[in-house]
């Protein structure tokens, strides 16, 4: 990684100024920056614990309780992050209409915290629980306090059902909705940006890919190189939120410049 240079920022400055439908797609490189864990990096939850796949989950109490064991260790992380200065520009440059959406596979919600208002959570979200039964749901606070006072398999008061938190699990669709829009976007979008996702975790890592074969120009953005490198207009190994401060500033900059907003 390195510091990206003034004249790769202006680029990068100029094409979002320009596009009328940008996308931006995240994954845990722009989190790991507000000190939340890539749960498949070594230290991260996946490497403490083998995750728990849909059908065990559904099928055996033992993996329930495992589960839950690996959330209640999991969720204090994802409450004590804020978002980072990479979540507030994306805001910022929705906010001044040169986004039109986040698609991100991160599962804490920074992005809506951090003010952003189309965000489409392809692998789901652990800030909130559902009942599997009947649909009613808790925010993780919640049920964090029912695991801390001794409950290991909560489930559902109003149904009985089983409790899940609302995130996708290994073994389980993605949400065909929340998808199908990906797609959409993919489909209309003109610029877009892969920020934090080292892009091989399919089917999610497809849509850059779909995105360039539609004639949008692809901007990566991440610590380490990817295998969509040599097909983007523009692949940068650095810092999310430094970078895309640096690309908002000339952004704000050039909207009140000499000739006025506007
Ligand atoms: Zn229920």
Not at 80 to 86: D, I, L, S, Y
Not at 112 to 138: I, N, Y
Not at 162 to 188: H, I, N, Y
Not at 220 to 243: F, K, Q, S, Y
């Amino acid at each position: 990684m390195s510091t990206v240079p003034d004249d790769v920022i202006a680029t990068l400055a100029d094409w979002l100024g320009r596009a009328k439908c940008g996308v931006a797609f995240t994954g845990a490189g722009i989190s790991t920056e507000s000190g939340i864990p890539d749960f498949r990096s070594p230290g991260g939850v996946w490497s403490r614990y083998q995750p728990v796949m849909f059908q065990d989950f559904l099928a055996d109490p033992d993996a329930r309780r495992r589960y839950w064991q690996m959330r209640r260790q999991s969720v204090p992380e994802f409450l004590a992050a804020k978002p980072n200065a990479g979540h507030l520009a994306l805001a910022k440059l929705e906010a001044a209409g040169h986004l039109c959406a986040v698609i991100t596979q991160n599962i804490d919600e920074l992005h809506q915290r951090a003010g952003s208002r189309r965000v489409l959570e392809v692998h789901g979200t652990a800030m909130k629980v559902h009942c599997l039964s009947c649909g009613k749901r808790w925010s993780c606070e919640e049920i964090q306090k029912r695991l801390e006072a001794g409950e290991d398999v909560p489930t559902c008061d109003a149904c009985g059902g089983l409790l899940k938190s609302m995130t996708v699990s290994f073994g389980e669709d993605l949400p065909a909705d929340v998808w199908q829009d990906a797609l959409t976007l993919c489909r209309q979008c003109d610029l877009f940006l892969a920020l934090g996702s080292s892009l091989v975790v399919y089917p999610a890592a497809e849509l850059p890919e779909r995105a360039k074969a539609n004639g949008a120009r692809l901007v990566i953005i991440n610590r380490d190189a990817t295998p969509l490198d040599a097909t983007a207009d523009m692949a940068v190994h650095a810092p999310i939120g430094e970078t895309l401060e640096r690309v908002m500033a000339v952004v704000e900059a050039d909207r009140v410049g000499p000739s006025g907003p506007g």
